[in-house]
């Protein structure tokens, strides 16, 4: 199978006292014809590891190929056939959408008309209008069509759909979906996990500046070893106050305070039948779970049991949002 990238051993280092060593020892492939996801939290080296992979900064060490050809070898030719969409562009503001596309189209030997561009992401009736009237959100399309106007091989989509509205975010879904039906490769870097989990044949979890996951979303889901969530909270006081006056609350003897149970760690919660692993989260308690109708009649009887009051309790199937966070203790868009 042909490989559009290719990294062994990257590294990257800033200098500074002490030195910043964002990329350590990365290895990384990506398969022509795939739309691959590159996902991390802030500070976990995916910038610049993406960065490298598009000609902007120099790796300290390690090898990098694109498209078969290194950045220090034949640099222009290279450039003819990769899009870049950067995660903030900023375009001249007294062009139009149509003279700015043919503009960026200029830049290649070869590529696409602006017309046609244009219709595809959306903007033919903004086309004679600048840059400066246009939406945030219009901006951003614009910004991808001006990576889609050369027609590339390899397309760098950096967070693509921030601020997008859910119409337009949908349309650029259907780019990305007719690029890979054509053959073409994307890599994207994005802080929505459902769209990583919908659009990516594969996705890398960068932290710390290596790779610590690869492989399908389904692949990911299947490692946590459940494929659902049970989500809940009990009450921190439960039975607290019953006895008082006017209350007609169960749970104590007459006369005499009900005892309060002791907090509840989610590790003692393993043993719960069809329980594969918990974690606590912002005051809930996460259980990935085998078979629902298992696990939470006996996780009822399990809190009834300790005196624990339900407070609330949701189930839903296990997403790649809980891979990240079972990988790296927080959630992507937590920093």
């Known amino acids: 199978m042909d490989i559009a990238i290719r990294c062994r051993d990257l590294r990257k280092v800033y200098d500074g006292k002490p030195p910043v060593e964002a990329v350590r020892g990365l290895d990384l492939e990506v398969r022509s014809g795939e739309c691959f996801g590159l996902l991390g939290p802030n500070g976990a080296g995916k910038t610049t590891t993406v960065e490298i992979l598009e000609g902007i900064l120099d790796p300290t060490g390690g090898e990098v190929e694109v498209l078969g050809l290194r950045w220090s070898g034949d640099h222009a030719g290279l450039r003819e ?11 001249s503001e007294k062009l139009t959408v149509e003279e700015t596309l043919e503009l960026f189209g200029s830049f290649y030997r070869k590529g696409r008309p602006a017309a046609a561009v244009m ?9 004679r209008a600048w840059v400066m009237k246009l939406s945030g959100g219009q901006r951003q399309r614009l910004a991808v069509a001006c990576a ?7 397309l760098f989509l950096d967070e693509p759909t921030t601020g997008l509205d859910p119409q337009s975010r949908r349309s650029l879904w259907d780019i990305i979906r007719d690029l890979r039906r054509r053959g073409r490769t994307t890599l994207l870097t994005t802080h929505y996990m459902d769209e990583a989990e919908r659009l990516c044949d594969r996705v890398a979890v960068v932290d710390h500046g290596k790779v610590i ?4 979303p389904a692949e990911l889901i299947a490692s946590l070893r459940g494929e659902h969530v049970v989500e809940f909270a009990v009450n921190g006081d439960a039975g607290a106050g019953a006895g008082a006056p006017g209350d007609s609350g169960g749970g104590s003897i007459a006369g005499a305070p ?9 590790q003692s919660l393993l043993g719960v039948s069809s329980v594969k692993s918990a974690r606590a989260e912002s005051g809930s308690i996460l259980l990935t779970v085998d078979e629902p109708h298992v696990a939470i009649p006996a996780l009822l009887e399990r809190l009834g049991r300790e005196g624990h009051s339900l407070s609330r309790l949701t189930t839903r199937h296990a997403s790649l949002e809980d891979v990240f966070v079972a990988l790296t203790g927080r959630h992507l868009r937590d920093e």
């Open 258 to 266: 009900a005892a309060t149970p002791a907090p509840l760690d989610p």
């Open 213 to 216: 996951a690869l492989g399908t």
């Open 148 to 154: 889609l106007v050369g027609d590339p091989d390899l």
């Open 119 to 127: 219709e595809e992401v959306g903007l033919t009736e903004k086309r």
């Open 81 to 91: 056939r990769i899009g870049v969409s950067l995660q903030e562009t900023r375009l």
